[in-house]
Nanobody
């Protein structure tokens, strides 16, 4: 049984910072990521990290958010700086043991099979 547990959410003013943590068996996962869902909106992929350390970010958070993991502590992090009201959402940690190859004219990329999800932690940014 794999359990992901997020923490670190809260309420901050615009321009502030928060660091989210996700307790998870990082050593056993091929890929991990942070997602968010704001009220009335679809789930959005915020940031991901592969087992080789490769990271990807949504355009809306590039330069402000940083994803990282500490395998010794079995913890995934999301450092969030310069927060904006539009960052308000429930943030979820996700992980996958495998990835699926996706072929296109641009080559092959590996799409994480996110099979494990946390319960979420709320982030509220006020203007």
């Amino acid at each position: 049984q794999v359990t992901l547990v997020e923490s670190g959410g809260g309420s901050v003013q615009a321009g502030g910072s928060l660091r989210l943590s996700c307790a998870a068996p990082t050593y056993a996962m091929y890929c991990m990521g942070w997602f968010r869902r704001a009220p009335g909106k679809e789930r959005e992929r915020v940031a991901t990290i592969d087992n080789d350390g490769t990271t990807h970010y949504a355009d809306s958070v590039k330069g402000r958010f940083t994803i990282s993991k500490d395998s010794a502590k079995n913890t995934l992090y999301l450092e969030m700086n310069s927060l904006k009201p539009e960052d308000t959402a429930m943030y979820y940690c996700a992980a996958g043991r495998t990835a699926t190859a996706v072929y296109s004219d641009y080559g092959t990329r590996w799409a994480c099979d996110y099979g494990y999800w946390g319960q979420g932690t709320q982030v509220t940014v006020s203007s």
